[in-house]
């Protein structure tokens, strides 16, 4: 199984400043088919399911604001929240669809400091 | 609107089963899978399997074989999850998610989760 790894675990940031979440997975992601990295992210606020931010490692899903962005290839990826809102408040999740059985980081919990 | 809406929360005793719908509307939907994924209290996202829900193809997880089975009505566009031989350690909230299935020359392609499910918590607690 791959497996994936986010750092940090947790992170307080003011409002307005920049927000930087790695993942790491235990093999590469990226197909020799289509040079796409199968990694995605998502995010989940209290009581709620998880909701997908980005896919294909840097592609915005409709509706997500641009300060969110994603980037990295391979074994190492970031989210990056440009200039943190309180909307961003949550636990954010990188996952590999790569391979089956699917697998998640940890998760990371995003909060105002 | 797509939408994946989940049945009630279950309380159940050790070594009982559970079984959880997932009632889909907004698409068409035996041309995509499902897939369940669960969270204990405090854990990770856990991965247990999925269904196309176009031919009933299933794939679980090891850590759940024997234990879990998911299938689906098409009639009613709704994808059920489940798992027996409860143990407390299966405290958890239990979430459908739709995969788009990409296929071509009968070659198909990992997609990710979109939408999810609200979520079913089931307590196995004696």
């Known amino acids: 199984d791959i497996v994936m790894t986010q750092s940090p675990d947790s992170l307080a940031v003011s409002l307005g400043e920049r927000a930087t979440i790695n993942c790491k997975s235990s093999?590469?992601?990226?197909?020799?088919?289509?040079?796409?990295?199968?990694l995605a992210w998502y995010q989940q606020k209290p009581g709620q399911p998880p909701k997908l931010l980005i896919y294909?490692?840097?592609t915005r899903e409709s509706g997500v604001p641009d300060r969110i962005s994603g980037s990295g290839s391979g074994t190492d990826f970031t989210l990056t929240i440009s200039r943190l809102q309180a909307e961003d408040v949550g636990v954010y999740y990188c996952?590999?669809?790569?391979?089956?059985?699917?697998?998640f980081g940890q998760g990371t919990k995003v909060e105002i400091k | 609107q797509v939408q994946l809406v989940q049945s009630g929360a279950e309380v159940k005793k050790p070594g009982a089963s559970v079984k959880v719908s997932c009632k889909t509307s907004g698409y068409a939907f035996s041309r995509y899978a499902m897939h369940w994924v669960r969270q204990a209290p405090g854990q990770r996202l856990e991965w247990m399997g999925w269904?196309?829900?176009?031919?009933?193809?299933?794939k679980y997880s090891q850590r759940f074989q024997g234990r879990l089975t998911i299938s689906r009505d098409t009639s009613a566009s709704t994808a059920y999850m489940e798992l027996t031989s409860l143990k407390s350690e299966d405290t958890a909230v239990y979430y459908c998610?739709?995969?788009?299935?990409?296929?071509?020359?009968?070659?198909?392609?990992?997609?990710?989760?979109?939408?999810w499910g609200q979520g079913t918590l089931v307590t196995v607690s004696s």
């Open positions: 996952q590999q669809y790569y391979t089956t059985p699917r697998t």
């Open positions: 998610a739709r995969e788009i299935r990409d296929c071509t020359n009968d070659v198909c392609y990992n997609r990710w989760f979109d939408p």
């Open positions: 093999q590469s992601v990226l197909s020799s088919s289509n040079n796409k990295n199968y």
């Open positions: 294909w490692s840097s």
């Open positions: 269904i196309n829900a176009g031919d009933g193809y299933t």
